[in-house]
């Protein structure tokens, strides 16, 4: 008897304990989403190049034998800035000589019309005299515009690409001497097919990716598609890069840039990859329910994409949570826990 008690009293001890570890079994704790309707889109990637926002052929309105440039290549300059200039020589001649003739017919004029004035020299004289003062002003302006241009100033902040010439070559009127880089932000231009044209109306988005920037893709801002085909029948198009600075694409670089096209169908569901899991040979998530519990749910894919996602068409509708971390180690009606969100303070949830 007393070794029956014994054994009576460790089994039930044994059961109250299996039973408190039971009832003691941690809730699993998994990462959860909410669904969101998504557009399906189609993916292209076309070669591009940065390119300078503005990139201007700088020269002299007048002709003459080019004296200095005061901007290195590769140089920064200011808007207004001065950067080169031609021997000024002989419109100083000119400008003289203009204004001189200026000057005696300004004169004369002037006492034609003070005598006409006072109803002494005829209608005649007087429109020789207003006529004739009128057309060498003209001169001795342009004379002074011409001394003017025989100076270069920067259009724009921006740095010197490269210049043309040396002093002394004798340039002529509009030839380039310099070429000036813009200092705004770069853009990137790519060209696309009449294939991808003709659906630009479908496109949603354009994102960069650079050789030096490893893993990261830059949104670009659509500024111009080019209305007509090159010879190759491409289209040009001409994407701005953020303005927060933090890129640092500069002219000349190359980029791949992929294009999205949205379908003309109705947006769908788009969750985690990792969300679903096989169950009798069908696709399905775990749906949580209000009291924290999950159930099974069969769904539709349509599409797996590279980046982890997965296109549904049905089976989710927009605002369900969904399991989507260790959806092979759960069953149905089993009670979960989210995974509590780090505190800012506490980077990586280490403590």
Known sequence: MFHKLIITTAAALFLAGCGQRQQQAPVPLVRIDTVKTAIDCDMFEFPGHVKAAEEVNLAFKVSGTLQRIHATDG??????????EMDPRDYELQLQAVEGEYRSIKAEAERVIALYEQDVATADAYDKARYGLQQITAKYENAKNQLTDTKLYAPFDGWVKHSRFDPPTVVAAGMPVLTMLSDRVPEVEIFIP?????????IVSF???FDCMQGAKIPLHLLHIEPSANANQLYAVRLALPADGKTAATPG?????EVALRHETDTSIKIPASALFHHEDNSCVWVCRQDGTIARRQVEIVRLHTDGTATIAHGLTEGERIVVTGVHCLTEGERVAPIPTPSKTNTGGLL
């Open 75 to 84: 140089a920064f300059v200011r808007r207004g800035e001065l950067i080169a």
């Open 207 to 209: 994102t960069a990716a």
């Open 194 to 202: 009449a294939s991808t044209y003709i659906r630009r109306r479908e």
């Open 253 to 257: 670089m190359n980029a791949m840039v």
